[in-house]
């Protein structure tokens, strides 16, 4: 059996089938044999029965002499009242008698199977006793023939043989093909899976001609690819564009070290070590979101508590002045389950971006629709045109606009809102709005 586990799918299928197949035909060859057997032993025990009733019809015709001719069967002989062999058939002639047991007086055939007949000493045989009714003396006659073997006949041995050899060759042939033309699609999709590397994701397994379960296999290592492409494509724009953002401070912090060493008399170092503190701010801000940002792709799962919306806005947007004037329209009541800390990341986000863009309001309005918590954010910026309203959220994006009004800003804020309202099973977009951008965030409520 451990041998067994180390062949190919092919080899192990086949050999079972294979043994399966020739334990079946060993069971109906048994049975044939059983049946055959039976058949044959019933005619053997006919034939001495008539071979008996012959001869006592030549008695009863008087027509028996000492020597009996020969009949179908191996040998007879008769036997009078007192135990003396009266005929006999030439093979017999000189030979001691047949077993000596009698049918009971109550019938007129006994049969036996013996292997220790004085007759037949080196054979077993079957003897069938008839007895002879005669107003002189009845007389016993005594047929024996030889058992038959447990195969019948070489030929049915043959032919038995013959038959389960055939059908074993044919299941194990069949067996192989068949394994071997269904999982071919497995070998093309394995031999395809080992050619795709992390460089070209691009590729994808042939698909089975039958919609069977090779083919949705197929597909679903097909849908994986198109998974792991879009993660690893995510992945290296959000290294490019993560080692892009954080070249720019650390760029800025190298030339301004340079030019203070290259004029050490002459260099005011606290002016230095303040225009360095605007680069450490920016690149301390991107690296916070870079931490976010890791820790929203690695997908854990989210703390469920019961939040108050009404609340959260109250307490963040009472956390820390601004220098924008805030309007909260805010119903009591809307109830939602996630992560305090990351809906409260997502509310600073969009309040930040708010306050960045707006001219002198913000203004968050909270309510419930069916089933759904809405909470708007809504500033009297110059707002944001509809073709970009998707391209916003793409991690490390930032319009012209937002640069010239926040150089210090990651381009990360608006994504990592996203991603925590997906995770929530809830949605943020940008809608329409008589006057500067209105961020709409939709999310399940609680009863």
């Known amino acids: 059996m451990g041998l067994l ?103 007129a055939v006994g049969h036996t199977l013996t292997c220790s007949s004085p007759g037949f000493p080196d054979d077993c045989v079957h003897v069938v006793v008839m007895r002879h009714y005669r107003d002189t003396g009845n007389l016993l006659i005594y047929g024996a023939d030889p058992t038959i073997p447990w195969f019948v006949h070489p030929a049915l041995f043959a032919l038995l043989t013959a038959t389960a050899l055939t059908l074993v060759g044919i299941t194990a042939y069949g067996t192989y093909r068949v394994v071997n033309r269904t999982l071919a699609p497995v070998d093309a999709l394995r031999a395809e899976l ?98 976010v940002i890791a820790r929203l792709d690695s997908e854990e799962r989210v703390t469920r508590d019961y939040i108050d919306l009404a609340e959260l806005v109250r307490g963040e947007t009472g956390r820390r002045s601004r220098g924008k004037r805030l309007v909260a329209d805010l119903r009591p009541g809307v109830i939602v389950s996630g992560d305090r800390l990351q809906l409260a990341r997502l509310l600073t986000n969009l309040l930040d971006n708010g306050e960045r863009h707006a001219a002198s309001t913000v203004t968050v309005r909270l309510r419930r629709e069916g089933g759904d918590a809405v909470m708007e954010v809504i500033d009297d910026g110059e707002g944001i045109r509809p073709e970009h309203r998707e391209v916003v959220f793409q991690r490390f994006t930032r319009l012209a606009a937002g640069r010239e009004k926040d150089a210090q800003g990651t381009g990360l804020g608006l994504a990592i809102a996203r991603e925590i309202a997906q995770r929530h099973e809830g949605t943020l977009t940008i809608e329409d709005s008589p006057r500067g951008a209105r961020f709409v965030l939709r999310m399940p409520t609680l009863p």
């Open 5 to 107: 586990r180390d062949w190919s799918v092919r080899t192990r299928l086949t050999w079972v089938a294979t043994i399966v197949t020739a334990l079946a035909c060993v069971g109906v060859s048994a049975l044939v044999f059983m049946g055959a057997h039976s058949l044959a032993v019933a005619q053997r025990i006919q034939d001495i029965i008539l071979a008996d009733l012959h001869v006592s019809h030549m008695i009863k015709l008087r027509r028996l002499k000492h020597m009996i001719p020969d009949q179908d069967i191996s040998a007879v002989q008769v036997l009078d009242e007192t135990g003396r062999i009266i005929a006999t058939t030439r093979n017999m002639a000189g030979r001691e008698l047949m077993p000596s047991f009698t049918p009971p007086d109550t019938k």
């Open 194 to 291: 080992a050619e795709i590397t992390a460089s070209d994701l691009s590729r994808r397994v042939p698909l089975p001609p039958h919609r069977d379960e090779l083919r949705g296999l197929a597909e679903t290592v097909n849908q994986t690819l198109d998974r792991l492409q879009q993660a690893v494509e995510r992945q290296r724009r959000f290294a490019s564009d993560a080692s892009h953002d954080l070249r720019s401070p650390i760029t800025a912090m190298r030339a301004q070290v340079e030019d203070a060493l290259a004029n050490r008399d002459d260099a005011d170092w606290s002016k230095a070590a303040e225009a360095m503190t605007g680069s450490l701010d920016r690149l301390q801000a991107i690296v916070s979101d870079l931490l």
